[in-house]
């Protein structure tokens, strides 16, 4: 056990805790006020419930001895043998309880992700089932083939911090929730416009604050490896800030702080599977081409007319694959991409990028449909246009 | 009596009210309100989408006077909410059957 990487960890593990109730700030700036209370708890939520399902059963399939390259056993079952020494732990310098926490809290994050795609009409009730069983048949799979042991990291896939696990799984997920569940009552005939910019860019510069523990964090050690993540996540959000801004100004006329808060998440999206990989100057090159690739992607959903309500997909989805390919194009820290003359790297990001989207916008749909099915993924339409607040949590937001 | 009824660029608001306390005026009621005319709305872009924005902010004011003191006020209330340009709002008078000052029981020219 390393006490300066023990510590650096469980500081990480708390700054990526605060990302979700940051993501919970920007997404509920970004929804109608009488949503409000109801996307913060979509978000909030998951602390609760994915914490509690990936201590008991989703650390274990994620990190249990591997079977098969497809998932984890059973061994880590109600964290059995994850104690406080580094007995069995992953990471070798931290002790296992540690590594299963910070894991742990990139499980919450992940499905609160997801819950923008379905903002102001999912079924509270639904969303709690849903999010419960994508992250035992979607999540912990994913974790374990990229970091668990199993075949996409032993395929030579890279994803420094969660690209394909964190954001493409999300954004498969989402597009799979968009269409399953349909667009909002009056969407395209009534102005959907966010109640609180300044909530949203709070959110924003908490999910900003967090994601250093997010990306440098990942090196899983208190050395230079964490400080280059932690400089190419900053240079790269600083970037996708400036990328997007600029592609705005040009498209639409002006530059919006909504602009400038969703650029600089989308450079922090890109940057996240390629963080420990790439040089500082790369890292810009990456932020800023996450910044002027996620705006059009933003754009599809009105080119394919799906209503991802606060662009998931758009986002989280293109943002991650743009990001794992570039790490195949970029890497040259610890590994090599196409620029640094290794270009199967590039062939493998491929496969991992079309592997992580079939598998988890598949297996997402079916558990929307079997939902839907069996308990109603929607709200009434009465309750839709009342509001999530005062329909599913009987709370106003405002008292005004 | 009148009602003068006036509708105005929220920034004219201040002028407006001096031009009023010069007619040695005593009072006024204003609301914030929305609404369109001529000007139409207004654009905003929320991540490349347009929303066209119908309701435009104005300030409205409503003051009772003399029926005789109406041309002033008119007058007044217009050249200083005047920028010339559209949007610069609407004055409406209407006729005020009674007035009651609610603390002495005044009715009429008296209670204004």
Redesign the interface.
């Known amino acids: 056990m390393n006490a300066a990487d023990t510590s650096f960890i469980l500081i990480c593990a708390a700054l990526v805790m605060f990302m979700t109730p940051g993501l919970a700030l920007f997404y509920a700036g970004m929804a109608r006020s009488k949503n409000v209370l109801g996307t913060i708890m979509q978000s909030f939520v998951m602390l609760g419930l994915v914490s509690i399902i990936w201590a008991v059963i989703g650390y274990t399939l994620a990190f249990g001895d591997d079977i098969g390259g497809i998932i984890g056993g059973m061994n880590f079952f109600a964290l059995d043998g994850v104690g406080m020494d580094t007995l069995n732990s992953p990471a070798d310098n931290l002790p296992h309880l540690l590594f299963m926490v910070f894991q742990g809290m990139f499980a919450v994050i992940t499905p609160a992700l997801i819950t923008g795609a379905f903002a102001e009409r999912m079924k509270f009730k639904s969303l709690l089932i849903f999010s419960s069983l994508w992250i035992i048949v979607v999540y912990a799979p994913m974790c374990h083939w990229v970091w668990g042991g199993g075949w996409m990291g032993e395929r030579g896939a890279l994803d420094f911090a969660g690209g394909a696990v964190v954001h493409m799984s999300s954004g498969a997920a989402a597009l799979a929730a968009c269409l399953v569940i349909g667009k909002r009552k009056g969407y395209g005939k009534q102005s959907f416009i966010p109640h609180n910019l300044p909530m949203t860019l709070l959110g924003a510069g908490i999910l900003w604050f967090g994601w250093f523990g997010f990306n440098a964090g990942s090196a899983l050690a208190a050395n230079g490896v964490a400080v280059n993540a932690f400089v190419t996540t900053h240079l790269a959000a600083a970037a996708g800030l400036l990328g997007w801004l600029l592609v705005e100004g040009l498209h639409g006329g002006k530059p919006t702080t909504l602009g400038a808060a969703s650029g600089a998440v989308a450079g922090l999206v890109a940057i996240t599977p390629a963080a420990g990989f790439v040089t500082p100057m790369a890292a810009i090159l990456i932020g800023f081409g996450g910044g002027i690739i996620c705006y059009g992607g933003i754009l599809l959903k009105a080119k394919f007319k799906y209503d991802d309500s606060l662009d998931v997909v758009g986002i989280h989805g293109l943002g991650g694959t743009w990001g794992a390919l570039a790490t195949g194009l970029f890497a040259s820290v610890g590994a090599e991409g196409l620029f640094y003359g290794n270009p199967e790297q590039l062939w493998i990001q491929l496969e991992s990028v079309i592997c992580t989207w079939g598998y988890c916008f598949v297996v997402s749909w079916v558990l929307l449909k079997v939902i839907d099915a069996t308990c109603g993924l929607r709200v009434t339409e009465e309750e839709e246009v009342v509001g999530l607040d005062v329909a599913e949590h009987s709370e106003a937001g405002y008292q005004l | 009596m009148k009602k003068i009824e006036v509708i105005v660029r929220p920034f004219k608001i201040d002028d407006v009210k001096e031009a009023i306390a010069d007619l040695g005026l005593k009072g006024m009621t204003v609301t914030e309100v929305k609404g369109f005319g001529r000007q139409g709305g207004h654009k ?10 119908d309701f435009i902010a104005k300030t409205k004011i409503e003051i009772v006077v003399e029926a005789e003191r109406v041309p002033e006020v008119l007058e007044a209330v217009r050249n200083s909410a005047l920028t010339g340009k559209v949007g610069d709002g609407k004055i409406f008078v209407t006729p005020v059957e009674e007035v009651v000052r609610i603390r002495t029981g005044e009715t009429g020219t008296e209670a204004i």
């Open positions: 905003e872009v929320y991540r490349g989408a347009e929303y066209q924005v």
